[in-house]
């Protein structure tokens, strides 16, 4: 039987109307459901790709994983286990980081950032040339400094200005003692080089050698913030942290990119999810479009409605009927809004004919098959409700099909 009622359905859906209005209003419907459906699909595919723009920022600044001391601000870590995870396969190299606030001040200006001490290796980490803009970077014996465009524009620094120092205070670390004299360390310092990464991190991060941050920061020997680590794509965390836990005696924990970058990858499930709901809005608006159309539908076919009851056809039967019609229209419109939405973000993305405003940058789009899915499923399930509650207002219905 719901073989004969979904033939039906499909006859009624793509069968004309003698009146003209009738057809344009189911015409129209499957318009607007088309038009939402693409545009939900258009704008989670930018918002994806949003967030892949701005993680890109950070895999050039991050490593593939970070070593962390899982209690404590400090590692330890002698120079055989250093050799001993480098020889780990899954290792490519590894860089030693200390990290600590600093405060910083130049000509009557201040501002406060995060120092990282780092040794040659880093450059093997972290491509030292895809972020640095002007200038030099760190060597071991100099007590110069690498800052961001962020913390140049502050303070109002550039490049080799010897003319007046960076000042650098560093809180001391305890002695013990309860009256301590001198509570901050400082040291004058110049700037060698520019580096660029994004708005956040250029107003965040200031380099220097791994040496002067061990003595400005009172750093015993082989402890540091961190071990940062250029890995193998294939690298998988959990066999990589087994290997690591066996060398280092000491409680550590291992990160990965994703897991560095976790505040900003909530950011963007936050403003997708708010993005999605208003669109999804938009779409259950849409089909009220549906269910008129439904509405109308049934009145067209008033008359086949009253032969088919003559011949025996159960009420339950023509709701079936048009709750089928109603899917079709949401499956056709949906699916074409599926089809144009993904056209429209492939030419996007190859041809790039749209430009974030002021600048030649494209707007980065990605279409992906999570949103695809959540569109699909999002469809079907509004567009069945919407059929099934039209097509279950019995008294109208009722009506229709006894008058």
Same mark, same amino acid.
């Given at each position: 039987m719901m073989n004969v009622d979904y033939k039906i359905a499909w006859k009624y859906f793509f069968s004309k109307s003698n009146q003209t209005v009738i057809n344009r209003i189911s015409n129209l419907a499957v318009f607007?459901?088309?038009?939402?459906?693409?545009?939900?699909?258009?704008v989670l595919s930018a918002f994806s790709g949003l967030k892949d723009f701005g993680l890109s920022f950070s895999?050039?600044?991050?490593?593939?994983?970070?070593?962390?001391?899982?209690k404590g601000k400090q590692i330890y870590v002698d120079s055989l286990s250093m050799e001993k995870l480098k020889a780990i396969p899954e290792i490519i190299d590894i860089a030693p980081i200390i990290e600590e606030k600093v405060f910083l001040s130049f000509e009557g200006k201040s501002h406060v950032a995060f120092m990282k001490g780092v040794d040659a290796n880093f450059d093997l980490v972290i491509p030292i040339d895809s972020i640095l803009s002007i200038g030099e970077w760190v060597t071991p014996e100099s007590s110069s400094v690498v800052i961001g465009y962020g913390i140049a524009n502050t303070l109002g620094a550039?490049?080799?200005?010897?003319?007046?120092?960076?000042?650098?205070?560093?809180?001391?670390?305890?002695?013990?003692?309860?009256i301590n004299r001198r509570p901050f360390k400082s040291f004058?310092?110049?700037v060698v080089g520019l580096y660029q990464v994004s708005?956040?991190?250029?107003?965040?991060?200031?380099?220097?050698? =791994?040496?002067?941050?061990?003595?400005l920061f009172d750093f015993k020997p082989n402890t540091f913030s961190y071990l940062e680590i250029n890995s193998h794509n294939s690298s998988d965390k959990n066999i990589l942290q087994k290997k690591i836990q066996k060398i280092l005696s000491s409680d550590i924990k291992i990160k990965s990119r994703s897991e560095i970058n976790v505040a900003i990858q909530k950011m963007m499930k936050t403003e997708n999810l708010a993005v999605y709901l208003i669109f999804t809005l938009i779409l259950i608006i849409a089909l009220f479009n549906?269910?008129?159309? @439904?509405?109308?539908?049934? @009145?067209?076919?008033?008359?086949?409605?009253?032969? =088919?009851?003559?011949?025996?056809?159960?009420?339950?039967?023509?709701?079936?009927?048009?709750?089928?019609?109603?899917? @079709?229209?949401?499956?056709v419109g949906g699916m074409s809004g599926i089809i144009i939405g993904s056209l429209i973000i492939l030419l996007q993305k190859?041809?790039?004919?749209?430009?974030?405003?002021?600048?030649?940058?494209?707007?980065?789009?990605?279409?992906?098959a999570e949103n695809l899915i959540v569109v699909f499923l999002t469809l079907v399930f509004f567009g069945s409700i919407a059929s099934f509650l039209t097509v279950n207002?019995?008294?109208?219905?009722?009506?229709s099909f006894d008058s």
């Open positions: 607007v459901i088309l038009i939402a459906t693409c545009s939900l699909l258009i895999n050039v600044f991050d490593p593939d994983f970070r070593i962390l001391p899982n550039s490049v080799y200005d010897y003319s007046s120092f960076l000042k650098i205070t560093a809180p001391k670390a305890s002695s013990g003692s309860i004058p310092s110049s708005e956040d991190i250029d107003k965040k991060y200031i380099f220097t050698n =791994l040496s002067l941050a061990k003595d549906l269910s008129g159309a @439904l509405l109308i539908i049934i @009145l067209d076919k008033k008359k086949q409605l009253k032969i =088919l009851s003559a011949i025996g056809l159960q009420k339950l039967a023509y709701r079936k009927i048009f709750f089928y019609v109603g899917c @079709l229209i949401t499956f190859n041809f790039r004919f749209v430009k974030v405003p002021g600048t030649d940058l494209a707007y980065p789009v990605v279409l992906e207002n019995i008294r109208f219905v009722d009506k």
